[in-house]
Every structure is written in C-alpha cells, then in structure tokens.
C-alpha cells in the first residue's frame, strides 16, 4: 500500500509531466492541506520568460489565493526537485510546514545537495524537510527530459551540417 507520501508525489510527477510536454524542465509540485490538495503547479520559466515561474513558487501563489492567506501554515509542499534558495525562502515564508521532494539537484539544491538553508540556517520558521520521496521517479522524468534535449540537439546539428555539406 502506498503512503500518502507517495500519493502526493504520484500528483507532483503529473505536474512534472506537463512541464515536459510544454518543454520546460520537468519539476512539478502540489500543496497539500488537511490530506487534500489545495494548488498544483509546474515550471513555466519557458513560457512566460520569467524565471520565478518555479513550481514551488507557482503553487504556493496560487494556493495562498485560495486560502485568502499568504501564511500557508499546517500544510506540506510535495516538489519532484529539491528546491532553489529562491524557492526554500518563500517556503520558510509562507510558514510552510513539512518539504518533501524527489531528486536531489547537485548544482542549485538548497535542502541538503548544495546549501542546506532549513538546517544551517537559524530562521522564524522551522521546515520538516522530507527527502527522497520517489526519487527514482522523479530523477528518471529529469534524465529523459535531459537525454531528449541532447537528442533533439544532435538531430538539429546533423541537419545543419547537410546543409554546409
């Protein structure tokens, strides 16, 4: 039997599938209340050129517009991608209680890969922070997306090449 862990990370990962489709790096990310999601988003810095268009951001933007409310307090954040320090300071900020995310990211993780800001860092609020929740899940949608990118590339390359040639 899956853990609503899991349940909530099963719903992020779709969120991380339209960003895929739409060609924006597939993070997505759901809050959740009193065992119900509240708000669902994904990234869409492609899209609207903007680069807080964070699913984290997304989704805590559109959940406190619901909830009337910028303190989001009692709920949990599910990300398929440990967050940026952008987005773990507006986690601490909305009062967020409880991170649970799937992959580490290496080069701007700020949960524990790069930085640690929950930990190292004394603040007003305190994040429980949750990692590796469907990790093989959410680092295979980032490999593929990633692998597709470098193939898409090399198919434009090889063609422009024909031209010259």
């Known amino acids: 039997m899956q853990s609503e862990d899991e349940k909530f ?18 993070v997505g990310a759901v809050l959740v209340k009193n065992g119900k999601i509240i708000a669902k988003a994904h990234n869409q810095k492609e899209a609207k050129n ?6 984290e951001i997304m989704a805590i933007q559109k959940a406190s517009k619901k909830l009337n409310n910028w303190r989001l307090e009692g709920t949990t954040l599910y990300v398929t991608l440990e967050p940026c320090t952008m987005c773990i300071g507006a986690i601490i900020g909305a009062r967020i209680k409880r991170l649970c995310y799937g992959a580490t990211d290496d080069k701007t993780g ?3 890969s790069v930085l640690n800001i929950p930990k190292d860092y004394k603040f007003n609020h305190v994040v429980e922070v949750m990692p ?3 990790e093989k899940e959410c680092i295979g949608i980032m490999q593929d997306f990633f692998k597709m990118l470098r193939e898409r590339k090399q198919t434009k390359k090889r063609g422009e090449d024909k031209k010259d040639g």
């Open 132 to 134: 590796k929740i469907m």
């Open 9 to 26: 990370m099963k719903a992020a990962l779709k969120e991380a599938k339209k960003a895929y489709a739409e060609d924006e790096v597939p």
């Open 50 to 55: 903007d680069t807080t268009k964070h699913a």
């Open 110 to 112: 700020a949960c524990g």
